[in-house]
């Protein structure tokens, strides 16, 4: 079974970037979807971007422009590059796989602070 872990979470001011990193146990060339999700406290999980195996990308509105999704395969990992960062992006970011109905396999999350 697919593991997959997150990294590059942290506390940064308005305005700033981060870069989040989903390594996976196995390789993820074959799995149709992977996505980021966000959670914020007391809301609802979100599904924030996800891109195919074919390299198609989706994102939803808050953060086009902002984020980008991308892969590589050959280090079976997944970013989700943040730039201008907002307090309204604020959340546990969990990076996932599977398809467009049923996503599999989840990691555990990593944690995302934006202050004013």
């Known amino acids: 079974q697919v593991q997959l872990v997150e990294s590059g979470g942290g506390l940064v001011q308005a305005g700033n970037s981060l870069r989040l990193s989903c390594v996976a146990s196995g390789s993820i060339e074959t799995i149709a979807r992977m996505a980021w999700y966000r959670q914020a406290p007391g809301k609802e999980r979100v599904l924030v971007a996800f891109i195919t195996s074919g390299g198609s990308t989706s994102y939803v509105d808050s953060v086009k422009g902002r984020f980008t999704i991308s892969r590589n395969n050959a280090k079976n990992t997944v970013y989700l590059q943040m730039n201008n960062l907002n307090p309204e992006d604020t959340g546990v970011y969990y990076c996932?796989?599977?398809?467009?109905?049923?996503?599999?396999?989840w990691g555990q999350g990593t944690q995302v602070t934006v202050s004013s």
């Open positions: 996932a796989g599977g398809t467009w109905i049923t996503y599999k396999y």
